[in-house]
């Protein structure tokens, strides 16, 4: 008889186990099926599409669009009147009504302002260069004029301008426009004919021209208070390369390595640098004995959407509601910090002319997620050096990226960011920052 009892106890232990591992699996089969799912959606975001910045499927309610109604609208602001008027257009009052064919009576007169670009043709200047000859050694002299951007004569004695050079470099690099097309927009909106070739070596010569303020920034950028770092990748002929981008408020200094390792970001940032560095969780900016004089911001706007993913993929409840308290507790600070710069403007924002102290004076090494409360101008999220440094904020034409991406179209790309960058004023750099200062 006990042993009966015995087996049926086995017997329903076993059946108890049998339907919770049969849970367990279903469970299981759920969750691969998700994450089968999402992976297949990333992988085709992942392939070349023709509309990269989709977002997936539009919502079934989306939000009104355009300006909110009441307090919601937001400041009202429009264009200020030009304080220059360089032309005043008289446009008188039709004589007679067109509806009723009755004679009109002027009662008022009204303003409106339009700004315009006007007409632009390219001027061509002729250099008469004076050549003398040394009574000594022989030597032949010439000197040359602050305008001309090359010594060439003869068959390369044709050139274009510094203004010309200075658009084309910026139309290119910055702006994503091809060599070609800018050939095009210098023909038919300036009349200035010129070839690819010619703006590419133009570029290149520039980029020479540059080294010393690249260097330069370099140097300010290492001494700055703040600064965030970021990296993505890059080809040099075809071969894997790194574009590193250190950013502040004032300037972004790119660097393009074979690697994104520690050395890689030493040389970027400086070893012994003592600032606050607002950076992502890469290990090359977190690991041990990393810039040990630096205070360290974790960019919250990675661990929110860590958090987000999570959440997504359905943990158990206990771990849903510790990732639910961590998004709230985060963006709680967020607000905390928002509340300290509307009582004082200025604070989270770092002044220009500061410089950091002498590098002799260590700080102890912090690597917290809330730096950016107690520390003026250090930002919550690292997108500053996201946006001044990623190049897939826009397009690219197949023949622009081959150049950028050949070894002397890196080192050229490289020298032409060497200019100082200011995010435009009133613009986020994301959601998880105040606008900048005007």
Same mark, same amino acid.
């Given at each position: 008889?006990?042993g009966?009892?015995?087996?049926d106890?086995r017997?329903a232990?076993?059946?108890?186990?049998?339907?919770?591992?049969?849970r367990?699996?279903?469970?299981?089969?759920r969750?691969v099926?998700q994450l089968?799912?999402?992976?297949?959606?990333?992988?085709r975001a992942g392939?070349?599409?023709a509309t990269p910045f989709s977002r997936?499927e539009p919502?079934a309610?989306?939000?009104?669009?355009g300006r909110?109604?009441?307090?919601?609208?937001?400041a009202r602001?429009? @264009?200020?009147?030009?304080?220059?008027?360089? @032309?005043?257009?008289?446009?008188?009052a039709?004589m007679y009504? %067109?509806?009723?064919?009755?004679?009109?009576?002027?009662i008022g007169?009204?303003?409106?302002?339009q700004?315009d670009?006007p007409?632009?043709q390219?001027?061509?200047?002729e250099f008469q260069?004076d050549?003398?000859?040394?009574?000594k050694?022989?030597?032949?002299?010439r000197?040359?004029?602050?305008?001309?951007?090359?010594?060439?004569?003869g068959?390369?004695?044709?050139?274009i #301008?510094?203004r010309?050079?200075?658009?084309?470099?910026?139309f290119?690099?910055?702006c994503g426009?091809?060599?070609g097309?800018?050939a095009?927009?210098?023909?038919?909106?300036?009349?200035?004919?010129?070839?690819?070739?010619t703006?590419?070596?133009?570029?290149e010569r520039?980029?020479?021209?540059?080294e %010393?303020?690249?260097r330069?920034i370099?140097?300010t950028?290492?001494?700055r208070?703040?600064l965030?770092?970021?990296e993505t990748g890059?080809?040099?002929?075809?071969?894997?390369?790194?574009?590193h981008v250190a950013?502040t408020?004032e300037?972004?200094?790119f660097?393009?390595?074979?690697?994104?390792?520690r050395a890689e970001?030493?040389?970027?940032i400086?070893?012994?640098?003592?600032?606050?560095?607002?950076?992502d969780g890469?290990?090359?900016y977190? #690991?041990e004995?990393?810039f040990?004089?630096?205070s360290s911001?974790?960019c919250?706007a990675?661990i929110?959407?860590?958090?987000?993913?999570?959440?997504?993929?359905g943990?158990?409840?206990?771990?849903?509601?510790?990732?639910?308290?961590?998004?709230?507790?985060?963006?709680?600070?967020i607000?905390?910090?928002?509340?300290?710069?509307?009582?004082r403007?200025?604070?989270?924002?770092m002044?220009?002319?500061?410089s950091?102290?002498p590098?002799?004076?260590? @700080?102890?090494p912090r690597?917290r997620?809330?730096?950016h409360l107690?520390?003026?101008?250090?930002?919550?999220c690292?997108?500053?050096?996201?946006?001044?440094g990623?190049p897939?904020?826009r397009?690219?034409?197949?023949?622009?990226?081959?150049k950028?991406h050949? %070894?002397?179209g890196?080192?050229t790309?490289?020298s032409d960011?060497r200019?100082?960058?200011?995010?435009k004023a009133?613009r986020r750099?994301?959601?998880h920052?105040?606008p900048?200062?005007s």
């Amino acid at each position: 008889m006990a042993g009966e009892e015995e087996k049926d106890r086995r017997i329903a232990e076993l059946e108890r186990q049998l339907a919770e591992r049969e849970r367990q699996i279903e469970k299981l089969e759920r969750k691969v099926e998700q994450l089968e799912r999402i992976n297949e959606d990333l992988r085709r975001a992942g392939k070349r599409q023709a509309t990269p910045f989709s977002r997936g499927e539009p919502k079934a309610k989306p939000k009104r669009r355009g300006r909110k109604k009441g307090k919601r609208y937001g400041a009202r602001a429009s @264009r200020p009147v030009p304080k220059q008027i360089d @032309r005043v257009v008289h446009v008188a009052a039709p004589m007679y009504c %067109p509806q009723c064919q009755k004679p009109t009576k002027l009662i008022g007169q009204e303003k409106q302002w339009q700004t315009d670009i006007p007409p632009v043709q390219a001027t061509t200047t002729e250099f008469q260069i004076d050549i003398a000859r040394c009574t000594k050694c022989g030597r032949a002299l010439r000197a040359r004029h602050a305008d001309q951007t090359s010594d060439a004569v003869g068959a390369a004695g044709v050139q274009i #301008g510094p203004r010309a050079i200075a658009f084309a470099a910026k139309f290119n690099k910055e702006c994503g426009v091809s060599y070609g097309r800018i050939a095009d927009i210098f023909d038919k909106g300036f009349g200035l004919v010129v070839s690819r070739s010619t703006l590419t070596r133009a570029v290149e010569r520039l980029a020479d021209t540059l080294e %010393p303020a690249y260097r330069q920034i370099g140097q300010t950028v290492q001494s700055r208070p703040m600064l965030s770092p970021d990296e993505t990748g890059w080809k040099i002929g075809g071969h894997k390369a790194w574009l590193h981008v250190a950013a502040t408020r004032e300037e972004s200094y790119f660097k393009i390595a074979p690697g994104r390792g520690r050395a890689e970001a030493e040389e970027l940032i400086g070893k012994d640098y003592c600032g606050t560095i607002v950076r992502d969780g890469w290990v090359a900016y977190r #690991g041990e004995n990393a810039f040990s004089k630096a205070s360290s911001q974790t960019c919250l706007a990675h661990i929110l959407r860590r958090i987000k993913g999570l959440i997504e993929i359905g943990p158990e409840e206990p771990a849903l509601c510790w990732l639910a308290a961590l998004k709230k507790l985060l963006k709680r600070a967020i607000r905390i910090r928002d509340r300290r710069d509307d009582a004082r403007p200025s604070i989270g924002y770092m002044p220009p002319a500061r410089s950091l102290p002498p590098s002799g004076g260590s @700080r102890e090494p912090r690597a917290r997620s809330h730096v950016h409360l107690p520390v003026p101008g250090c930002r919550p999220c690292h997108q500053l050096s996201r946006r001044t440094g990623h190049p897939s904020g826009r397009r690219q034409s197949q023949n622009e990226w081959r150049k950028q991406h050949s %070894p002397r179209g890196t080192n050229t790309r490289d020298s032409d960011e060497r200019a100082s960058h200011r995010p435009k004023a009133g613009r986020r750099c994301c959601r998880h920052c105040r606008p900048g200062p005007s």
